[in-house]
């Protein structure tokens, strides 16, 4: 059996359609919406991302265990990865999707201060998503070394995922960072109308 990473017709699919509407669905897109405030964006942006990365973790769960049953060697270990991977992605997804914050009560200041923190977050997960690349491509080597079937489709579900991740967090950061720069804006226009009336 080649050892070469194979995906299933529609796990490609699924993969070029939900990198799709990361692009085409942006909660960027509703920039212009004179009643949505960049807080709004930044909310809406969260929510938009983990609806996106449990859409992924489904695709995967449901993909993986369906494969796995009909598939062996190094393809079979390759879905149960996915599968077994994806089951932490919605878990993480799902309570994130629950625990929203409630912008509202937020100044702008702790507005600039959340979103900052989660650009910061995105590039330092992006560099985590290059080591599990680097660990997957690792697993391959030693598979090939052991003539392990399971290292090796384990080595390619990590680049799988380390891949799908790596473009979803500098997808996310590349479209929040315009959110954040737009609370920062606000902030400092609001900060400069308060000395301008103290000075009055």
């Known amino acids: 059996m080649s050892n070469a990473l194979r995906l299933p017709r529609p796990l490609y699919a699924v993969i070029l359609g939900l990198l799709g509407w990361l692009v085409l669905a942006s909660p960027l897109a509703q920039a ?5 405030t ?6 809406e942006s969260m929510r938009f991302g983990m609806k996106l990365l449990g859409g992924w973790a489904l695709a995967n769960i449901v993909t993986g265990s369906l494969a ?3 598939t062996s060697g190094t393809t079979r ?3 149960e990865m996915n599968a077994g991977w994806n089951a932490v992605n919605l878990t993480i997804a799902s309570a994130a999707l629950l625990t ?12 600039y ?7 910061k977050i995105l590039l330092f997960n992006a560099g985590l998503d290059l080591g599990y690349m680097a660990l997957g491509y690792g697993l391959i080597e030693r598979g090939k070394r052991l003539d392990s079937s ?5 080595g390619q579900s990590l680049i799988l995922q380390g891949a799908f991740l790596f473009v979803f967090d500098l ?15 606000q902030t400092m226009a609001g900060g400069a109308g308060l000395t301008f009336s103290m000075n009055l």
Request: proline letters at 5%; charged letters at 25%; zero cysteines.
């Open 68 to 70: 796995r049953s009909q």
């Open 171 to 185: 997808a996310f950061a590349y479209f929040h960072v315009d959110i954040t720069e737009a609370i920062r804006v």
């Open 100 to 111: 929203l914050p409630d912008v509202s009560s937020w100044t702008l200041e702790q507005g």
């Open 32 to 36: 212009q919406e004179p009643t949505v």
């Open 38 to 43: 960049p807080l709004d964006q930044h909310v």
């Open 113 to 119: 201060q959340e979103a900052s923190r989660l650009d």
């Open 150 to 154: 399971r290292l090796r489709g384990y």
């Open 77 to 79: 270990y390759f879905h």
